[in-house]
């Protein structure tokens, strides 16, 4: 079946400093990955949309400088946590739609990224 | 716009008890319905999904869910739960119009099965 990795699993970092996250799809190519955030006991919340090789797409109130994404492959999507500080720390989840064109398409989820800010 | 209601935020069911966790929407438009389930610290995996045809969609480790278009619901139900049922349960819709469009997550439905 089709596997997204993340990677770190797990990272806490010192406030003001950048933290980056991988999501990779490893058995297939993703046209487009999602990330979102999770706080304790809560929904996912989207907070944006990457298509590989273009800018990506910000939902309402996310900050596209503070959260930075580049969909640099087909198998690779990096969400960078810029100046980070202790009310980002929630975990982060991506997503990835194989690239089949359809509508139908599965979105295949990460196993997440624990980001706790000291 | 679209919404989901999952009705139920915990559910607690002895073990081999049947369960369903229940699920309402909101759409203007037609949508494609999944549920997803959470293990602790992990990601989401998928259960099963509605995109067209029968009704009663069945999924992996023995879950089933039945689109109601009227009642506009899309409950799960597993008739004999397992202790390693134990986890958050969520369902999430995508409409079908206008691409691809992003899935939007009800709150979740934590099921605690005991023995």
């Known amino acids: 079946g089709a596997v997204v990795s993340q990677h770190p699993s797990w990272v806490i970092c010192k406030s003001g400093t950048s933290v980056k996250i991988e999501c990779r799809s490893l058995?297939?190519?993703?046209?487009?990955m999602f990330w979102y955030r999770q706080f304790p006991k809560q929904s996912l919340m989207l907070m944006a949309t990457?298509?590989?090789?273009?800018?990506?797409?910000?939902e309402q109130g996310v900050e596209k400088d503070k959260f930075l994404i580049n969909h640099a492959s087909l198998t690779l999507s990096t969400l960078t946590v810029t100046s980070a500080h202790p009310e980002d720390s929630s975990f982060y989840i991506c997503?990835?739609?194989?690239?089949?064109?359809?509508?139908?398409?599965?979105?295949?989820f990460g196993p997440g990224t624990r980001l706790t800010v000291l | 716009a679209q919404s989901v209601t999952q009705l139920d935020s915990q559910v607690p069911v002895f073990e081999e008890a049947p369960v369903e966790l229940r699920c309402n929407y909101s759409?203007?438009?037609?949508?494609?319905l999944f549920w997803y389930v959470q293990y602790p610290n992990q990601g989401l995996q998928l259960l099963l999904k509605?995109?067209?045809?029968?009704?009663l969609v069945k999924g992996i480790n023995g879950f089933e869910a039945e689109f109601n278009k009227s009642q506009t619901s899309f409950h799960l139900r597993k008739p004999s739960v397992h202790i390693s049922d134990t986890a958050e349960y969520f369902c999430?819709?995508?409409?079908?119009?206008?691409?691809?469009?992003?899935?939007?997550f009800g709150a979740g439905t934590r099921l605690a099965v005991h023995p």
């Open positions: 999430a819709v995508r409409r079908l119009s206008g691409g691809y469009n992003k899935l939007i």
């Open positions: 058995d297939f190519q993703a046209t487009t």
């Open positions: 990457s298509n590989e090789g273009s800018k990506a797409t910000y």
């Open positions: 509605y995109l067209s045809g029968s009704t």
């Open positions: 759409s203007s438009v037609s949508v494609y």
């Open positions: 997503s990835a739609r194989p690239g089949g064109g359809r509508l139908t398409d599965t979105q295949y």
